[in-house]
């Protein structure tokens, strides 16, 4: 089995929110949003060369795994942004739901983390300003 078939089956036979593969090597998570990725690459995992499955790929998540080194993500959930993003590092993708953005936990508006990178395209700068926006919004 591929390392992104296995990550997709773990991602909903485990009900994980993000789940990356490497042959024998799979690192997964519960956290909501983009906080797997955040805190893979924060506490210095190493991803080159993993593939990985998500609940929700917007940008903001795309770029994590761009700057991670990821080769190849699935997203049940994946935005248009989001694949230009992943296209523009040539990183291979697929997904079940193909939407125009990724919206709030509320449904009301654009997803916080997207508006943080809506204008950036550097992975070191959006890492920094992703950590900074989820700390205020966790009120840290």
Do not use: W
């Not at 490497?22 to 997964?28: A, S």
Request: proline content about 1%.
């Amino acid at each position: 089995m591929s390392d992104i078939l296995k990550a997709k089956e773990l991602l909903y036979e485990g009900d994980f929110t993000c789940v990356l593969c490497n042959n024998d090597i799979v690192y997964v998570s519960k956290e909501k949003g983009i906080s797997p990725m955040l805190d893979f690459i924060m506490d210095g995992v190493e991803l080159v060369g993993f593939s990985a499955a998500d609940k929700v790929v917007g940008k903001a998540a795309a770029m994590l795994f761009a700057k991670a080194g990821v080769r190849e993500v699935y997203g049940e959930v994946m935005s248009k942004e989001g694949i230009a993003f992943l296209e523009s590092h040539d990183i291979a993708y697929s997904y079940q739901v193909l939407a125009e953005n990724i919206i709030n936990r509320k449904g009301d508006g654009i997803c916080p983390m997207e508006n943080e990178v809506e204008n950036i395209n550097d992975t070191d700068i959006a890492y920094d300003l992703l950590i900074k926006k989820r700390n205020e919004l966790r009120g840290v």
